[in-house]
C-alpha cells in the first residue's frame, strides 16, 4: 500500500458493500447497497476512510427478505448510510484498520474495517477489499417468525474500485 494519497471511490455499477447477518432461526439477512461515494487518505502513516451508501436502493436476494429490510430502512429515516472511520497504517504496510460509525437516520453503528489493496501488482491501489464485522444489539424485523432479535450482528464486504484522486 502506498504511504501516502488520496484515492476516491468509483461509484459505478457493481460498487456495493455487502451486510450479511449471522444465521437468525431458519435464515440470515443477506443485503447489498450500492456505495455513491467514498474517500481513503492516507497521510504519514494515518488513515481516512469515508463511505456513503444508498439504503433506499438495497438489494436482497429474496423479495420477502426486501420488504422487510426496506421497512427498516423507512421506519429509521435511513435511506442514506454514511460510515466516517480513522486508523493507522500496518507495520508491513500492506493494510489499514479504520475504526468509526455508521450513521443512518436513528440508527448509529461501530464498525472497525480491514481495508486491502487488492488492485495489479503495478497499482494495488486501484481496488481495495473492505472486511468486518459489527453488532446493532437489539433489534426488531418486521418478518413472521423472527420479531425481536436480542443481539444482531452482521459482516461487511465490499470490493470497490478507487481512483487516485
Partial sequence: M???GIWQVQA????EVRLRSKRIGLVSVDVKAPVRSGE????RGKAQLSLAMALDQLSTGNFIMQAAARTL???HGAGSLVYEGQGRLA???RMVTVAGMARAGDVEVAIDLLVTPVGP??????EIELTGSASI???HLPLPGLGTIDDFSFDVDARLALRSG
Avoid: N, Y
Avoid at 12 to 15: P, R
Fill in 40 to 43: 481513503l487518505r492516507i497521510v
Fill in 137 to 139: 444489539g437489539r433489534v
Fill in 12 to 15: 459505478v455499477e457493481g460498487a
Fill in 91 to 93: 507495520a508491513k504496510g
Fill in 73 to 75: 430502512v423507512k421506519r
Fill in 2 to 4: 502506498d504511504t501516502g
Fill in 121 to 126: 501488482d503495478g497499482d494495488p491501489m486501484l
